[in-house]
């Protein structure tokens, strides 16, 4: 059974950083696209970043490019999301997602999602 656990969301000042940490289990993730979402209350769940597991290659949203870094360590399952130059509008809950396919990650349906982790900004 595959599980996504997120964790090392928190407060932080604008113009500040935090990593977020996505700890996956039950099966390779070889071949797998992996992808940071996030949500608030007023917006639809948008997408953030993703990474292919074996490729590497990386996607940011163009709100995100140039301060959040998505990175994987393969050797322990952890998918990571370095988050600079913090803003207030990057208060979201944000969730790691996994699927086969990045057709699905890009359908905003990837098969497996986290429980997600809250982010707050302060101004």
């Known amino acids: 059974q595959v599980q996504l656990v997120e964790s090392g969301g928190g407060l932080a000042q604008a113009g500040g950083s935090l990593t977020l940490s996505c700890a996956a289990s039950g099966r390779t993730f070889s071949g797998y696209v992996m992808a940071w979402f996030r949500q608030t209350p007023e917006k639809e769940r948008e997408f953030v970043a993703r990474i292919g597991w074996t490729s590497g290659w990386t996607v940011y949203a163009d709100s995100v490019k140039g301060r959040f870094t998505i990175s994987r360590d393969a050797a322990k399952n952890v998918l990571y999301l370095q988050m600079n130059s913090l803003k207030p509008e990057d208060t979201a809950m944000y969730y790691c997602?996994?699927?086969?396919?990045?057709?699905?990650?890009?359908?905003?349906?990837?098969?497996?999602w986290g429980q997600g982790t809250q982010v707050t900004v302060s101004s």
């Open positions: 997602a996994a699927d086969p396919t990045g057709v699905a990650i890009a359908a905003m349906d990837p098969r497996y």
